[in-house]
């Protein structure tokens, strides 16, 4: 298979690694993006921790709660400049509100409900502002949570709202001990609650990988196992909420700080504004050219 430089570059993005190991790493597995990453990742050349993902859609996230009912959710729009406008926030806020009132199941179902005033559904209101806003704007995602009596929500906006987590704590009703985690979850980005979330598929691939790069650092095969599960811990601890120190107390992990005050997570939603959107790339220079071309 011919490897294009639009590959090289891909993985380049996803990896971190340089252009010749990304060009050996995709000759190498005819192409393959998944195990390019996999093989760069065994020569120790590229890191796990690498956002694959570029972030380029701009809107914001935002938070809404009513008693036991809380709403997570994230709407888009083309530009920075529009996530700053008082239209735009007041409509994230509508919608938001929307959301919790009606508890739709899907952004599809969501936008063609009833809605109240002058458009007949949501869809049509959010195309009513479109119009009025001068931008694309859409709602990407949503998460509707209910708590009960010993139970706290957590909700924190970052930046004005570029990202947006909401939590769900058991056995407290501390909204401030709710609204750590969150904060938590908003810097360092955990993927899972605790362990027992991650698939073994993945636990069995990521042992797979850290034997690999073990074997490839010349460990020796009989001490390669005990490396593996240790390197395993901190894979762990990179992934899953309750293994990671506390950005708040280092000294105590998440879940054993919340243990001592007797709660646990039940959930989070970490919402980051674009992620996994790919931005349309712009080359300024040829914009300016073909404008003084004209």
Do not use: W
Not at 22 to 32: F, Q
Not at 148 to 155: S, V, W, Y
Not at 166 to 195: F, W
């Amino acid at each position: 298979m011919a490897i294009t430089a639009s590959m090289v570059k891909e993985l380049r993005e996803k990896t971190g690694a340089g252009m010749m190991d990304c060009k050996k790493a995709l000759t190498e597995t005819n192409g393959d993006m998944d195990k390019a990453v996999d093989f760069l990742r065994e020569k120790g050349i590229a890191s796990a921790a690498k956002k694959a993902d570029r972030v380029a859609a701009e809107g914001l996230a935002h938070i809404k709660t009513s008693g036991n009912q809380a709403v997570i959710v994230e709407i888009n729009a083309e530009t920075d400049f529009v996530a700053k406008n008082e239209n735009f926030i007041t409509l994230v806020d509508t919608v938001a509100a929307h959301l919790l009132n009606s508890k739709p199941a899907s952004v599809e179902e969501a936008l063609v409900q009833p809605f109240d005033g002058d458009a007949d559904t949501l869809e049509n209101y959010i195309n009513n502002q479109i119009a009025k806003i001068g931008e694309k704007i859409s709602l990407r995602r949503f998460a509707l949570v209910e708590r009960n009596e010993n139970q706290a929500f957590g909700a924190y906006l970052h930046m004005g709202g570029r990202i947006g987590v909401l939590t769900l704590l058991d056995g407290t009703q501390d909204e401030e001990l709710a609204k750590d985690i969150a904060m938590h979850v908003a810097a360092i980005n955990p993927k899972y609650v605790s362990r027992d979330q991650v698939s073994q598929d993945e636990v069995n691939h990521e042992r797979e990988i850290l034997k690999q790069q073990a074997l490839n650092e010349g460990k020796p095969e009989k001490i390669v196992e005990k490396m593996v599960e240790g390197r395993l811990g901190k894979y762990f601890e990179d992934i899953c909420l309750n293994d990671q120190a506390f950005v708040k107390d280092s000294d105590h992990k998440v879940g054993k700080y919340l243990a001592s005050k007797g709660a646990s997570v039940v959930l989070f939603h970490r919402y980051e504004v674009g992620e996994g959107i790919e931005k349309r790339e712009e080359n300024f220079a040829e914009e300016v050219m073909s404008q003084i071309k004209k």
